[in-house]
């Protein structure tokens, strides 16, 4: 069981990250490539990386194993939304003394059944060489299993972000931890969620940010060692869009095929402008004069194009825009509200 403590300084300092940590979506994925878990959400990703798989990903298997201990220099503190290359920088640039401390502790990590590759054990000695293979085996990777879904990793990412936004509208710091319900429950002052281990934080006026991850699955994830100057980070799974590896769109604004004709009509072009900041059901057909069933209908219509994220939260369904989506409204002037079906 994993209990945060919180302070009512802390509360005032929650925060919600507004876009996926490549390197936390980057250490998840290959923790999930690795297993046959949660074929539903994965299943169609990994059939497509796992052909593709090369000297490079042992490495990187060997540090983030399936289950136990991943190396916490692996998902440094980013600030903002970072590039890949800076984020990667950052990993490489670690402290010699931290990269043994972490390793050695991947090491004695009772998850592991053998010992450290020797490539690893190179690292743990901060040599040069080894750090430029981990760099290269990182951007391989990223390029091969990830960039090609980036734009729906990020979209995806941005719909959990509007009902969290919407849930600290509706209710403040205690409306946002309380939407993490079922897989965090929030009894003030404590933040529980089930852990591999039973552990304690005390976050001591230091805040917490909240980042959504699309490839942590089952249970959130926290740095083993958690630093007296850096605010802590809860890593916590979203919803998937069932047969998002394979969709027409994943990757970009190539998606406007021919579903995009039936995008034709007024209403619809402004729903697609409106959900830009998350929308629910309810809100649409009340901004556009229309019933609930018409408005589900055409949000339908622009889900199944690629061009907007739908996201159930307990009573009500969020609506938001996908990068397609975005691509096909900046050539496209803008369209107000009228209900003409």
């Not at 021919?258 to 629910?280: C, H, M, P, S």
Request: aromatic letters at 4%.
């Amino acid at each position: 069981m994993l209990r945060v403590h919180f302070t009512a300084e802390d509360l005032v300092r929650v925060r919600v990250a507004a876009a996926p940590d490549p390197l936390w979506e980057l250490t998840n994925s290959v923790q999930v490539l690795a297993t046959d878990e949660s074929a539903l959400a994965y299943g169609e990703w990994r059939r497509l990386v796992r052909p593709g798989r090369g000297p490079a990903d042992v490495l990187l298997a060997g540090l983030m194993p399936s289950r136990g201990y991943a190396p916490d220099f692996l998902t440094p503190a980013l600030s903002g939304s970072p590039a890949l290359d800076s984020a990667i920088d950052t990993v490489l640039s670690t402290p010699r003394t931290v990269l043994r401390d972490d390793l050695v502790s991947l090491a004695a990590s009772t998850e592991r059944s053998r010992p450290l590759p020797a490539a690893t054990r190179a690292l743990a000695d901060g040599d040069a060489n080894a750090l430029r293979c981990l760099g290269t085996a990182l951007h391989a990777y990223h390029r091969r299993a990830l960039a090609p879904h980036w734009p729906h990793i990020r979209a995806q990412v941005s719909a959990d972000v509007a009902v969290r936004t919407r849930a600290v509208l509706d209710g403040g710091a205690d409306g946002l931890l309380a939407s993490f319900a079922p897989l965090l429950r929030w009894r003030s002052p404590v933040l529980e969620a089930e852990y591999p281990v039973d552990r304690d934080i005390r976050l001591g006026g230091r805040g917490l940010l909240l980042q959504p991850s699309f490839f942590c699955h089952h249970k959130p994830v926290m740095l083993a060692e958690l630093r007296a100057d850096l605010t802590p980070v809860l890593v916590h799974p979203i919803q998937h869009t069932p047969g998002w590896a394979g969709a027409r769109g994943a990757g970009g604004a190539g998606g406007q095929g021919a579903e995009l004709g039936a995008l034709l009509g007024r209403t619809r072009a402004a729903i697609l402008e409106d959900v830009v900041t998350g929308r629910t059901t309810g809100e649409l057909a009340r901004r556009f004069g229309i019933s609930g069933a018409a408005a589900s209908q055409h949000t339908a219509v622009l889900r199944r194009a690629g061009l907007l994220l739908s996201m159930r939260r307990n009573k009500y369904v969020v609506h938001t825009i996908t990068p397609t989506g975005l691509a096909l409204l900046a050539g496209v002037p803008s369209v107000r509200p009228a209900p003409d079906g």
